[in-house]
C-alpha cells in the first residue's frame, strides 16, 4: 500500500509534507479507502470552540472498509484467530468472508430488536468472537458503540448508561478469568435497575449459564439469530456522525465520554497500524489489549481489519495457567507482532525466565509497548528474551482522545531509545510548552506536551458536554490541545513520556481520576473524607494510595475498615481500581482556603519526606508529622 514508510528517509519526507501540507497528505491517505461520496474539503478546524472536522461530507460505513472491500483479495484469509481463555479449549478461526457474515448477521439481530442509526449501544461483555462481532455490528448500522470493559463495577456502567442514554445493552451470561468465572449478566441485571433507557438486552451464551431473563426485555443473541438473514446493507454514515463514546477518566471526578468519528478515525488508525509496526500482507498481529479500551479499539479490531490484516484475540491473562501463556500462544499461532503493556511485562518478568525460555517465539518480528511510560530495565527484558535482540520495540504514546498512535517509532525504520516513544508520526506537531504556555524550542528540556495542529483521529466531543472536552484539552493553553503528559525531547529530538501532571493516575496502564476513588471511597459510611495520589509501584507503574479519615477518629479494627474501603472503591468501579495502601489519618494538610496540598501527600506516598518543600500556609501542619509518622 503506497501509504507505508519504509526508511528514514521516507519518514522524513512523509512528516516534511504532512507538516507544510497537511490537508493533502491526509488527502492522498484518504484515497486509499472505499467511500461512498468523496469530501468536498479535507479540514475544517478551530481549536477554540473547539471544532475539528476532516473528509468534510464524505460518505462511508468503516465496515465495508474492514470487511467487504476485502472480500475479492482476502475473502479467503483469516480475518480474527480467537484464543480463549483455557488452552484446553479449542480456538476458533474467522476468513474475511467469515467475519462478514457474522458482522452482517449480527447486525440484522440489531435491527430486528429496533437498533437504528444513531441510537447509543452499550456493550459489556467478555473477550469472546461475539464482543468483535458486535462492535463492528453496531457500526454497520450506524449506531454509536460504548464499550465499557467487563471489569467495571454495575455502579460505573450504570453511569455510562446514563449519561449515554443507551437504549440496548450487549452482554453474556458470564466470563472465564484466569482460574475464574465472573457472572457478568448478573452484573448487567443490577445496573439496569437505575437506567430506564434501556429497552432490550441481548445475551451471549459463553458459560452455558442458566441466567434470569427478563420477559420483554432480554433476549438471548442465538436465539435471535435463527431469525436472520446473511447479507446486511451497511448504513451510509456521514465522516463526521459519531462511530462511538469510549468513557475514559479525567481529573474531574466523573469519567467522559471520549467521542470518536467515522471518517477521520478509520484513516487515522489503518495509516498509524501499518506504519508503526511494519504490517506485511502475510503477518499475523497480536495484540493483548481488551476491546473494553481504546487500544483494544484501534489496535485489536479497527486499524488490523483495515488494513486486511489477521488479529488474534485472547479471551485469557498473562497469568493462566502460566506465566508462560502468552509465549505459549506467540508460538501456536506463530505471531509476528506482538502488542501488549509494560505492567505485563513486568508481571511476567518477576514471575521468572524459565517460562519465556521454554518457547522459541522465532516467528516474532516486531514487539510493540502501549499504555504507560516503559521502564528501561523492562524495555531491555523485552527486548533481550522475547526478541531475542532481534525485533524492534516500537514505545507507543497515545491516549483514547488521539484514537490513535501519535509518537513512536517506526518499527526498524526510524530511531528506537529505550524509555523513549521516539519521534512524532507524519500528521502529528507535538510541542513542549512551559507554564505559562510559550512554547519550548531547545532540545533536552522538559515540559507539558501539547498538540498544535490536528490530526485525523482527535476528539471530537464529550458525549453530552461540549464545554467539557473545551475546558479539558482546548482551554489550558490557547490553540493548543493538552495532552495532561510531561514529556522530555532528548538532543535528537526524541520524546520521553514522563507522566501525567494532572490529578490522573496510571494504575497497569489503565487511567483513574484522583477524585474518582475519592468520591468511592467517600460512599462509605466509616469515611468522612479522604485523599488519593499515586505512587511508583514495581509491577503497576503506580499504586493507589488513599489517605482516609474516618468518622470514629480511633477504629478499634483498622484492617477490617481497610477491608471495607477496598469493598467500597469495588462497587463503585470494579477491581482495577483497588487502593493498594490506605493510610487512616487524623486531617488531610490543607491551605486555609480548603485545598489539599497533593504534593505532600504524593512525597509522603513515595517514601520521599526529606523536601517537603513550603508547608507555611497550610491550616494546619501538624498534621504533616502524624502522617509521615503513620505512612505506610
Ligand atoms: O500518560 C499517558 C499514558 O497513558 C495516558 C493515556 O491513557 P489512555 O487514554 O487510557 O490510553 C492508553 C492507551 C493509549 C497518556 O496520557 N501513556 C500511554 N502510552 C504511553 C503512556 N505513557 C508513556 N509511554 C507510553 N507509550
Not at 467515522?262 to 487515522?268: A, N, W
Request: with cysteine; proline share 5%.
Amino acid at each position: 500500500m503506497s501509504s507505508r514508510i519504509h526508511s528514514f528517509a521516507g519518514y522524513q519526507a512523509a512528516y516534511q509534507k504532512s507538516v507544510k501540507d497537511p490537508e493533502g497528505f491526509w488527502d492522498e491517505i484518504a484515497q486509499t479507502f472505499t467511500w461512498r461520496q468523496p469530501w468536498d474539503k479535507v479540514l475544517d478546524w478551530n481549536f477554540e470552540e473547539p471544532r475539528v472536522k476532516w473528509f468534510v461530507n464524505g460518505k462511508l460505513n468503516i465496515t465495508e472498509n474492514c470487511l467487504d472491500r476485502h472480500l475479492k483479495t482476502r475473502g479467503n484469509k483469516l480475518a480474527l484467530i480467537w484464543e480463549p481463555n483455557d488452552p484446553k479449549e479449542r480456538f476458533v478461526r474467522y476468513t474475511y468472508r467469515e467475519l462478514h457474515e457474522k458482522v452482517c448477521q449480527f447486525a440484522n439481530v440489531l435491527r430486528n430488536n429496533g437498533v437504528k442509526k444513531g441510537d447509543r449501544v452499550c456493550i459489556y461483555m467478555p473477550m469472546i468472537p461475539e464482543l468483535a462481532f458486535s462492535v463492528l455490528a453496531c457500526a454497520r448500522v450506524g449506531a454509536v458503540h460504548s464499550v465499557i470493559f467487563a471489569g467495571f463495577s454495575a455502579n460505573s456502567m450504570a453511569d455510562r448508561i446514563k449519561d449515554a442514554e443507551a437504549s440496548v445493552v450487549l452482554t453474556s451470561d458470564g466470563l472465564n478469568r484466569g482460574a475464574k468465572q465472573i457472572p457478568v449478566k448478573r452484573v448487567v441485571d443490577e445496573a439496569l435497575e437505575d437506567c430506564p433507557s434501556v429497552k432490550k438486552v441481548i445475551v451471549v451464551d459463553r458459560l452455558g449459564w442458566a441466567v434470569k431473563m427478563l420477559p420483554g426485555r432480554d433476549v438471548y443473541l442465538h436465539e435471535e439469530l435463527q431469525k436472520v438473514e446473511k447479507n446486511c446493507e451497511a448504513e451510509e454514515m456521514d465522516s463526521e456522525d459519531m462511530l462511538f463514546i469510549l468513557y475514559t477518566s479525567g481529573s474531574t471526578g466523573k469519567p467522559k465520554g471520549v467521542v470518536h468519528t467515522c471518517g477521520g478515525y478509520m484513516v487515522y488508525t489503518d495509516y498509524t497500524f501499518r506504519n508503526v509496526f511494519q504490517y506485511d500482507e502475510s503477518d499475523i498481529y497480536w495484540c493483548t489489549a481488551d476491546i473494553g479500551w481504546i487500544t483494544g479499539h484501534s489496535y485489536l479490531l479497527y486499524g488490523p481489519l483495515l488494513a486486511g490484516a489477521t488479529t488474534v484475540m485472547f479471551e485469557g491473562v498473562p497469568t493462566f495457567p502460566d506465566p508462560g501463556r502468552f509465549w505459549q500462544v506467540i508460538d501456536k499461532h506463530s505471531v509476528n507482532i506482538f502488542y501488549t503493556a509494560p505492567t505485563a511485562i513486568r508481571s511476567l518478568m518477576a514471575a521468572g525466565l524459565d517460562h519465556v525460555l521454554s518457547y522459541s517465539l522465532d516467528s516474532l518480528k516486531v514487539l510493540g509497548s502501549v499504555g504507560e511510560p516503559i521502564n528501561e530495565e523492562a524495555w531491555h527484558w523485552y527486548h533481550i528474551h522475547v526478541g531475542k535482540e532481534r525485533c524492534p520495540v516500537v514505545d507507543t504514546w497515545w491516549q483514547t482522545e488521539t484514537s490513535g498512535i501519535m509518537i513512536s517509532s517506526l518499527a526498524g525504520v526510524t530511531p528506537m531509545k529505550p524509555s523513549h516513544a521516539g519521534q512524532p508520526l507524519p500528521g502529528v506537531q507535538p510541542i513542549l510548552v512551559d507554564q505559562n504556555g510559550e512554547e519550548i524550542t531547545e532540545n533536552e528540556t522538559e515540559g507539558y506536551l501539547c498538540m498544535k495542529f490536528p490530526w485525523p483521529g482527535i476528539i471530537r466531543t464529550t458525549y453530552g458536554d461540549h464545554e467539557r472536552c473545551r475546558l479539558s484539552y482546548f482551554s489550558t493553553y490557547k490553540n493548543l490541545y493538552f495532552t495532561g503528559d510531561g514529556a522530555r525531547r532528548d538532543e535528537n529530538g526524541l520524546y520521553r513520556i514522563i507522566g501525567r501532571v494532572d490529578d490522573v493516575i496510571n494504575v497497569s496502564g489503565h487511567r483513574f481520576g484522583t477524585a474518582e476513588i475519592e468520591n468511592a471511597i467517600n460512599q462509605n459510611r466509616h469515611i468522612v473524607e479522604s485523599a488519593v495520589v499515586g505512587y511508583p509501584h514495581a509491577i503497576k507503574g503506580q499504586g493507589i494510595y488513599a489517605f482516609v479519615i474516618c468518622a470514629d477518629q480511633a477504629p478499634a479494627n483498622p484492617e477490617n475498615l481497610r477491608a471495607e474501603v477496598i469493598e467500597t472503591v469495588v462497587e463503585h468501579i470494579g477491581k482495577i481500581a483497588k487502593p493498594d495502601k490506605i493510610q487512616i489519618v487524623s486531617g488531610l494538610p490543607k491551605t486555609r482556603s480548603g485545598k489539599i496540598m497533593r504534593r505532600i501527600l504524593r512525597k509522603v506516598a513515595e517514601g520521599d519526606t526529606t523536601n517537603l518543600g513550603d508547608t507555611s500556609t497550610l491550616l494546619d501542619p501538624l498534621v504533616v508529622d502524624e502522617i509521615i509518622q503513620g505512612a505506610l
